[in-house]
Each structure stands twice: as C-alpha cells, then as structure tokens.
T-cell receptor, first 112, second 115 residues
Framework: AQSVTQLDSQVPVFEEAPVELRCNYSSSVSVYLFWYVQYPNQGLQLLLKYLSGSTLVKGINGFEAEFNKSQTSFHLRKPSVHISDTAEYFCAVYSSASKIIFGSGTRLSIRP | EAQVTQNPRYLITVTGKKLTVTCSQNMNHEYMSWYRQDPGLGLRQIYYSMNVEVTDKGDVPEGYKVSRKEKRNFPLILESPSPNQTSLYFC??????????????FGPGTRLTVL
C-alpha cells in the first residue's frame, strides 16, 4: 500500500526566512502528488500539484515543490515566508487503487 | 459559485443515534470522497465514489456508510455513532475524467462530537 510521510510535525521559522516542508512517498509506477494548505478553522485548498512533466512545480502564494523520483520526495519550499503563511500543510498522493493518501501534516508557525 | 457544501457544520449527538452528514457539489464532478481529520493523523479517507452507484472503501470505512444516487450528492451515514467517531469530517470532489487523479475541492468541514 502506498504511504506518505511528512517528517516534521511542526516547523517554526522567522518571518522572511526560507522554509522547506518535507514529504516522502512510497514508490509507485505512476505518481500524482499534491500539497494542500489548511488555514486555521478552514477547509483545505490546493497549493500545487504534480501530475506529469516538469519536476519543478510552482503553486500559489509563492510556493514551489520539486518531484524527485529517485528519492521519492516532493518537498515544498518558499524562499521568504509571511505571517499569513501560518497554517497546516498536507502532502497527498493518489494511489493506484483510486484512493488518496494524506500525510499527517506539518504545522508551519511564523515568528515575527 | 463552484463549491462543495456540507451540512451540518457542527453536530453534537449521543452514542447510537443514527445521523447523516450531507455533501453536495455543483461542479459536475464524478469523483467524490469523505475524509476524517484527527490531530497528528492528517486526513484519512473513509469512502470514495467514482460515479453514480459506484462506491468503495477507503482506509477507515468501519462504522460508516455512503450512497451515491445522484452525481451531485454523496451523504455520509453513521448508523450507530460511537465516541471514537468524534472528528472533523471533510467531503471533497474531483473533476470529471480524472478519477481522483487531480485536484480535490473540499467542503468547509463538519465537526462531529459523539457523547
């Protein structure tokens, strides 16, 4: 069965600092990878997705992620964070059995 | 406005009292799904549906039922709720022909407490 691992449950960073949120998935022939963001007391919305093509994917709010097939990773990055980026971030993978598997989430807290 | 709606948004109930959480989408999406979100566990898929009358179990289906009689609606049924089903529930849908392999659009969530 496919799985998704988010190695960090919490990541504190200072405002305007860069950030990387890590995501590793178990290998599969075809992968469809996603990052979602959940702001406090809200539902989830898509940040970015990798379906095929370029391994560097750009999303909303200045975020980007790189699909690395050899390391089975899909880490999320932002060069300079704002207070408004405070949220929980979820990595997800579509599995070959039509199921969607989410990671356990990473809570990003921004310090002024 | 394209959206996924869920009702109710908040529900407190007692053990054993049957309940239904409704989910509706107006985007003509074929793939729909239910998740529960628990602290430290992320989102776990309960059931999903590829199309009308086609449903299948996710990772945590025990204690839940679903039906898909119309494309737009995908209700979640708890026949006999128990306290371990206290959670935040999300419904989501995905564009046609993607079969779940594309972005999911999430509803606002239903916070359920079972006493």
């Amino acid at each position: 069965a496919q799985s998704v691992t988010q190695l960090d449950s919490q990541v504190p960073v200072f405002e305007e600092a860069p950030v990387e949120l890590r995501c590793n998935y178990s290998s599969s022939v075809s992968v469809y990878l996603f990052w979602y963001v959940q702001y406090p007391n809200q539902g989830l919305q898509l940040l970015l997705k990798y379906l095929s093509g370029s391994t560097l994917v750009k999303g909303i709010n200045g975020f980007e992620a790189e699909f690395n097939k050899s390391q089975t990773s899909f880490h999320l990055r932002k060069p300079s964070v704002h207070i408004s980026d405070t949220a929980e971030y979820f990595c997800a993978v579509y599995s070959s059995a039509s199921k969607i598997i989410f990671g356990s989430g990473t809570r990003l807290s921004i310090r002024p | 406005e394209a959206q996924v709606t869920q009702n109710p948004r908040y529900l407190i109930t007692v053990t054993g009292k049957k309940l239904t959480v409704t989910c509706s989408q107006n985007m003509n999406h074929e793939y729909m799904s239910w998740y529960r979100q628990d602290p430290g566990l992320g989102l776990r898929q309960i059931y999903y549906s590829m199309n009308v009358e086609v449903t299948d179990k996710g990772d945590v289906p025990e204690g839940y039922k679903v039906s898909r009689k119309e494309k737009r609606n995908f209700p979640l049924i708890l026949e006999s709720p128990s306290p371990n089903q206290t959670s935040l529930y999300f419904c989501a849908s995905s564009p046609p022909l993607a079969g779940g392999r594309d972005e999911q659009f999430f509803g606002p969530g239903t916070r359920l407490t079972v006493l």
